[in-house]
């Protein structure tokens, strides 16, 4: 399976500033994810990331909060924009791999963000 | 409509003893494929076993069985052998593959301690 990394792991940031997390992949993938886990809940899906295109955003988020880029099929950073202290989440960026029709889907380790 | 439904919040199990984990799902896809995770409290989520919508077999994985219930639209997860270090949050979660987006429906967790 492809081995995921993803930087920074965690950071401490003031509201209203920005971060960019980025994501980095072994192998070149097709699709690579961001997702969101909010305190004490599940994962969402921010956005689906493809070399060469426009990120597809799901309902609620926003291209101007939460821009992508994806320059090449192994990496691809995720910027939280002017924060707030709900964006306090474990951010995970994600990859299909594995056999092929399988549709295995791994996670990097998350950046955990505390927006004070 | 929630697509996936995990009903166990937190579940406690003796150590060496098997345990299962509740997971229903809602599709009216023909073709989908149903994922567990595992979050132990580093974040990181750690891929453990796929079952494919058309698979005559129930997936097994080590340590790790799904119990596949096509009709009933269940997929329990056994964890069989429990160790300590199988404590943590577990999430299923599906894809359909209708949707060409490829993206992972999760559901609220259970979390499991593994008492000595």
């Known amino acids: 399976s492809a081995v995921i990394s993803q930087k920074p792991s965690r950071d401490i940031c003031q509201r209203g500033t920005s971060l960019t997390i980025q994501c980095q992949v072994d192998?070149?993938?097709?699709?690579m994810f961001w997702y969101r886990q909010q305190p004490g809940q599940s994962l969402t899906l921010i956005a689906t990331?493809?070399?060469?295109?426009?990120?597809?955003?799901e309902s609620g988020f926003v291209i101007d909060k939460f821009p992508i880029s994806r320059p090449n099929l192994t990496f691809s950073t995720l910027t939280v924009s002017n924060m707030s202290p709900e964006d306090s989440s474990i951010y995970l960026c994600s990859v299909e791999d594995g056999e092929p029709g399988s549709y295995e889907q791994y996670f990097g380790p998350g950046t955990r963000l505390t927006v004070t | 409509a929630q697509k996936i439904t995990q009903t166990q919040p937190g579940m406690f199990v003796q150590e060496k003893e098997a345990v299962t984990l509740d997971c229903t799902y809602d599709?009216?896809?023909?073709?989908?494929?149903l994922f567990w995770y595992k979050q132990p409290s580093s974040g990181e989520m750690i891929f453990l076993i796929y079952?494919?919508?058309?698979?005559?077999q129930n997936a097994t994985e080590g340590r790790y069985s799904l119990n596949f219930q096509k009709a009933r639209k269940s997929a329990n997860l056994v964890i069989s052998a429990s160790q300590l270090g199988d404590s943590a949050m577990y999430f299923c979660a599906m894809r359909e593959s209708s949707s060409n987006d490829y993206k992972l429906s999760f559901g609220a967790g259970t979390t499991v301690t593994v008492r000595a």
């Open positions: 599709t009216s896809d023909p073709s989908y494929g």
């Open positions: 192998s070149q993938v097709t699709m």
């Open positions: 079952q494919g919508s058309y698979d005559q």
């Open positions: 990331a493809n070399q060469g295109s426009e990120a597809t955003y």
